[in-house]
C-alpha cells in the first residue's frame, strides 16, 4: 500500500493572527501574492528556502507554518 504524502500549512491563520494581508506577507517573503495564494490552498509547495522565509516572517520555526503528512 502507497502512502500518499502531503504539505499543509497555517499560513492564513499566521496571516490573520499578525493582522496580515496576503499582499503584506507577499512582499515581507519576496513573492507574488498569487504565490501565497496557492500556498494557502495547498495548490502550490514552497522551496525550502520560502518555507523558512515565511516562517522568519511570522517569528516562528517553520515545522509550526507548515505540516508534512502521510495518508493512508
Same mark, same amino acid.
Given at each position: 500500500? *502507497? ?5 499543509? #500549512?497555517?499560513? @492564513?491563520?499566521?496571516? @490573520? +493572527? ?8 507577499? +512582499?515581507? @517573503?519576496? $513573492? ?7 500556498? +494557502? *490552498? ?8 520560502? @518555507?523558512?522565509?515565511?516562517? #522568519? $516572517? ?5 515545522? #509550526? $507554518?507548515?505540516?508534512?503528512? +502521510?495518508?493512508?
Amino acid at each position: 500500500m *502507497k502512502l500518499k504524502k502531503t504539505l499543509s #500549512n497555517r499560513i @492564513a491563520v499566521l496571516r @490573520a +493572527e499578525h493582522k496580515m494581508t496576503q499582499k503584506d506577507l507577499a +512582499e515581507k @517573503a519576496g $513573492v507574488s501574492r498569487q504565490t501565497i495564494i496557492s500556498m +494557502e *490552498k495547498n495548490k502550490y509547495t514552497p522551496s525550502l528556502i520560502l @518555507a523558512f522565509e515565511i516562517a #522568519n $516572517v511570522f517569528g516562528v520555526g517553520i515545522d #509550526n $507554518v507548515f505540516q508534512y503528512e +502521510e495518508e493512508k
